[in-house]
């Protein structure tokens, strides 16, 4: 395949034993929106959008990607594609290294929109190289997480990606830890997905050292708050997504968001940066609640003040996290 690169494999890979040629397994994983305004890395929603990736065993020393849907442009074709490489590095984990790979990806997730594309990349290389492994030498659903974790750097996109509906996620000297929540069913993310991306490296370097202790006491209530208000009372989902932490400070990266921002919640919408932006979430709640949504976000972004190319985007929470399914030959 043109574009493909083989790098030369180190010695002590070679040296470890191989997985099972002639495997295939499909996992598909859901997009997540970090933060939800107070949370930040450590709340995550999963959402009904889902990327695939089928992974083939061969024997053939070399892997290949084929990828498509959305940003797809530019992505590498070989072994340094975020899934395989993911993959590749969870079989080196277990002590074991891949023959040869055939990877087909289907993007749904918009790429650099703050939707967890690259979570949702990182658990379905894990998740895929976990099942190419013999069953007693799979990880279990807790090894996973650490080691998606560890490769992301934080929890907060892969836990909800993993395990589906709200997660919380949090770290304990150099473990992470996550547990799920359930969403009331009438809880409904309506997205403003803009054409620019945004990476999430670059908005972290706009995030101050330290912030004071009102802003994190502000933060820490109003993240408690959003638990319960996606579980038991939405009434106070206003309150609960309002943020004194990251959201201001990211802001000069994105002015048509935080504008689009600040117009929706000046309007009385439960809206936030999703994850580390651009996009917007707004968190509504039943068809009335989405439709408002809806309405709000075709009108602000008609009137010229938020610059450049919107989709306006409603979906649901997923309720279940990433899947493995294996197809037999």
Not at 18 to 47: C, K, M, R
Not at 317 to 322: F, H, M, T
């Amino acid at each position: 395949m043109a574009g493909l690169h083989a790098a030369p494999v180190p010695a002590e890979v070679l040296d470890l034993p191989a997985v099972e040629a002639g495997q295939d397994v499909e996992v598909t994983v859901p997009a997540t929106s970090a933060n939800l305004g107070p949370g930040f890395d450590s709340l995550g929603l999963a959402l009904t959008l889902q990327d695939t990736v089928r992974v083939r065993t061969t024997t053939s020393g070399t892997t290949i990607v084929r990828a498509t849907g959305e940003g797809v442009a530019g992505l590498p074709t070989d072994e340094t594609h975020l899934v395989a490489k993911s993959l590749i590095s969870t079989l080196h984990h277990a002590g074991r290294r891949a023959p040869g790979l055939e990877l087909d990806t289907t993007n749904v997730i918009p790429h650099g929109r703050g939707m967890g594309s690259s979570a949702a990349a990182i658990v379905a290389g894990v998740l895929a190289g976990n099942a190419l492994l013999p069953p007693a030498e799979q990880f279990d659903a807790a090894h996973l997480l650490q080691w998606a974790a560890a490769i992301e750097g934080h929890p907060d996109n892969v836990a909800p990606a993993l395990q589906g509906s709200l997660a919380i996620s949090w770290e304990s000297g150099h473990a992470f830890h996550s547990t799920r929540v359930e969403v009331r069913p009438d809880i409904v993310p309506v997205l403003a997905i803009p054409d620019l991306a945004l990476s999430t490296d670059s908005a972290r370097a706009l995030l101050p050292a330290s912030v004071s202790h009102r802003s994190a006491a502000a933060n820490a209530g109003r993240a408690a708050l959003l638990v319960h208000a996606l579980g038991a009372d939405p009434s106070l989902l206003f309150a609960a997504t309002q943020d004194a932490l990251h959201q201001d400070y990211r802001a000069q990266a994105m002015l048509p968001s935080a504008t689009l921002l600040r117009a929706l919640r000046s309007a009385g919408f439960a809206s936030t940066i999703s994850g580390a932006g651009p996009s917007v979430l707004t968190i509504a709640v039943g068809e009335s609640g989405a439709r408002a949504a809806e309405e709000a976000l075709h009108d602000l972004l008609g009137r010229g003040d938020t610059p450049g190319m919107w989709r306006v985007v409603r979906l649901a929470v997923q309720r279940e996290g990433a899947k493995v399914g294996v197809h037999q030959g």
